[in-house]
Antibody
């Protein structure tokens, strides 16, 4: 079974750092991109960025460029999303998704990681 | 403001049909495949339609997709209470691996 399993919920304070993980299994990890998507409470899906696990080439949405870092370790089939300094406005649900390089279809999606940033 | 435009909500009685539109431009829908995602309350999005009109295995044929020019449409026939969810269109945009979504449409079964 193809699946993406994300790390658990996090509660952090403003200014703290954080790294979320997304582990792929059941497929060749380097044959697909991994994208990260933010969903703020009661809002829609926002693409944050995509990584090609073959060479770790990353492409960021202008809205998130410079605020987050996406990386991957193909040896352990895991992608990461990290912040060096969180803000309260980063509180949201974060999903990773396996994305076809030609079809751009996102399938499957991870179960999501809820991040709460509060002082 | 999402790149792709969807109606905020649609509704119909059980057994009826609804359609959800998704409008974009030549830089996204006009030159990329469109996918549709269903997000049931409290769950992660799930692929419903890919490559404009194809259904993954396990998705009933009550769900259909189409595309014309820079717009796409999701259709749901034989509406069921279990179809109450948010539906999002998504496609590529601009850069090779860029991804854009519609703002989402809430389907309500009356």
């Amino acid at each position: 079974e193809v699946q993406l399993v994300q790390s658990g919920a996090e509660v952090k304070k403003p200014g703290e750092s954080l790294r979320l993980s997304c582990k792929g299994s059941g497929y060749s990890f380097t044959d697909y991109w991994i994208s990260w998507v933010r969903q703020m409470p009661g809002k829609g899906l926002e693409w944050m960025g995509t990584i090609d696990p073959r060479d770790s080439y990353t492409n960021y949405s202008p809205s998130f460029q410079g605020h987050v870092t996406i990386s991957a370790d193909k040896s352990i089939t895991t992608a990461y999303l990290q912040w060096s300094s969180l803000k309260a406005s980063d509180s949201a649900m974060y999903y990773c998704a396996r994305v076809g390089t030609v079809t751009k279809k996102g399938d499957p999606w991870g179960q999501g990681t809820l991040v709460t940033v509060s002082s | 403001q999402s790149v792709l435009t969807q109606p905020p909500s649609v509704s119909a009685a059980p057994g009826q049909k609804v359609t959800i539109s998704c409008s974009g431009s030549s830089s996204n829908i006009g030159n990329n495949y469109v996918s549709w995602y269903q997000q049931l309350p409290g769950t992660a999005p799930k692929l419903l339609i890919y490559e404009d009109n194809k259904r993954p295995s396990g998705i009933p044929d009550r769900f259909s997709g189409s595309k014309s020019g820079t717009s796409a449409t999701l259709g749901i026939t034989g509406l069921q209470t279990g179809d109450e969810a948010d539906y999002y269109c998504g496609t590529g945009d601009g850069s090779l691996s860029g991804w854009v979504f519609g703002g989402g449409t809430r389907v309500t079964v009356l």
